[in-house]
């Protein structure tokens, strides 16, 4: 039983005016006792809470920071009105800190032997499946002096994607790879390109594009174009390590790398290619594997919706044997990963040659503009300190980009808002140039 603030009043009132005319305790009695036989009788006509019926319904998923509706069914079995209010609990995730109060608290009537239904819309702050923690309603009697209260759990689990909030980039992208696809040909052979088909010579084409075959049966003389093939496989690597779990900006790295493998992903299957997606770091922590055409991204968006970075050193080792056991035949590896000096001098650079010698590798790395900031930083000692620390670390990334350069590798760094389309660019310029 939980008693009102209504019924704390009353008592207030009562002993005090009565307590006046009849002092001692006869005149607390005089008020408490018809106060508590009031309060008893209330309790008595509440609806019971035990009764209840609970049942959801409505959304199982929502992208980050969009709105889900999740509908409540409350039916009253009982004789009596249920006057109430309801508190349907969920992580304090579900919502942003200012709204979880609100939108989580409900007041309702429901007459005897009816139904009402609640709906609770969930705002989410985080990515991840979201469970719904318990009902909890406080019946009122008709004199709202008294409530019962009581609790009933009605699993629900809303799962929270990732926003692909890149995803405003793939129209332009496409276009860039139409025009890839047929509408411009290339006259020099790559390792992606497949013979497409035959034309004029025309003064300034590559003499070795020549088809002296085909010249030799007309009056002409006829080049070869070629077109990047399709069906080409892309294996999306991200590095979930430590390093993925800083902040850049309000976005942590893992963040900003799935959103760019998500433009990704989409853009190659529109291309035909094949995309698989592997999370590692000292362990595989989600793949996708085997997917084609339409079923690809709703694939790699599930993988993506739980996973987490974990706060231990990444295995490149075990990175790259799992790559290599996930990429037998030649394929375009897309790491996603950062350039930290000390992770890459210990553990990138050793292990990228055994990807290199067998794959074509692109490397994606979430920039921090708040480094160029502070390298413009005048005027002050602190700030003259904090451009002597920003030059130092522009150094040392620029030499490690430079090795991993060499070594074959293609290098995307951006802030988090410009990876997706720079990495989505370098992808393009790849399947131009016949590398995939």
């Given at each position: 039983m939980a008693l009102t603030g209504r019924t704390a009043l009353i008592a207030a009132l009562g002993t005090l005016v009565v307590g006046l005319l009849l002092p001692g305790w006869h005149g607390i009695a005089a008020v408490g006792l018809p106060l508590l036989a009031a309060v008893l009788a209330d309790v008595a006509a509440a609806a019971p809470v035990r009764?209840?019926?609970?049942?959801?319904?409505?959304?199982?998923?929502?992208?980050?920071?969009?709105?889900?509706?999740?509908t409540l069914t409350l039916a009253n079995p009982s004789r009596r009105a249920l006057r109430a209010d309801v508190r349907d609990a969920w992580p304090p995730s579900a919502w942003p800190r200012e709204a979880a109060w609100d939108a989580s608290r409900h007041r309702v009537t429901v007459p005897a032997g009816e139904r009402r239904r609640l709906t609770t819309v969930l705002?989410?702050?985080?990515r991840g499946d979201r469970t719904?923690?318990?009902?909890?309603?406080?019946?009122?009697?008709?004199?709202?002096?008294?409530?019962?209260?009581g609790s009933h759990a009605v699993p629900w689990t809303v799962r929270v994607l990732p926003p692909f909030t890149s995803r405003k980039h793939l129209p332009a992208k496409l276009a860039r790879l139409r025009e890839l696809d047929g509408r411009t040909t290339v006259l020099l052979r790559g390792e992606g390109t497949e013979f497409d088909s035959l034309r004029d010579y025309v003064p300034g084409d590559d003499v070795r594009s020549i088809d002296w075959r085909a010249t030799a049966r007309q009056s002409t003389v006829a080049v070869r174009t070629w077109r990047p093939e399709r069906d080409r496989h892309l294996l999306l690597i991200?590095?979930?390590?430590?390093?993925?779990?800083?902040?850049?900006?309000?976005?942590?790295?893992l963040d900003a790398a799935m959103d760019a493998a998500l433009l990704l992903t989409a853009l190659a299957s529109h291309a035909g290619d094949r995309v698989d997606l592997m999370a590692y770091d000292r362990r595989i922590r989600a793949t996708v594997r085997g997917r084609t055409g339409k079923d690809v991204l709703p694939?790699?968006?599930?993988?993506?919706?739980?996973?987490?970075?974990?706060?231990?050193?990444?295995?490149t080792r075990g990175l790259a044997s799992a790559a290599l056991d996930s990429a037998p035949h030649r394929s375009l590896l897309v790491l996603f990963t950062g350039l930290d000096t000390g992770p890459v001098e210990s553990g990138l650079l050793p292990m990228l040659p055994r990807l290199t010698r067998r794959h074509t590798v692109l490397l994606a790395a979430v920039g921090d503009p708040r480094i160029r900031e502070m390298a413009r930083t005048r005027g002050t000692v602190p700030g003259v300190y904090e451009a002597a620390a920003a030059a130092t670390h522009e150094a040392e990334r620029r030499r490690a980009i430079e090795r991993i350069r060499r070594m074959g590798v293609t290098v995307v760094e951006a802030p988090?808002?410009?990876?997706?389309?720079?990495?989505?660019?370098?992808?393009?310029?790849?399947?131009?140039?016949?590398r995939l």
């Open positions: 009764s209840l019926a609970l049942s959801r319904s409505g959304a199982t998923s929502v992208r980050l920071h969009e709105e889900a509706a999740v705002r989410p702050t985080r719904a923690l318990r009902i909890t309603v406080r019946s009122y009697g008709p004199l709202g002096l008294a409530a019962r209260q991200l590095d979930t390590g430590r390093t993925s779990a800083g902040r850049v900006g309000d976005v942590p790295r694939a790699v968006v599930q993988s993506l919706s739980t996973l987490e970075p974990a706060l231990i050193e990444t295995d988090p808002e410009e990876l997706p389309p720079a990495v989505a660019d370098a992808y393009l310029a790849l399947k131009s140039a016949g």
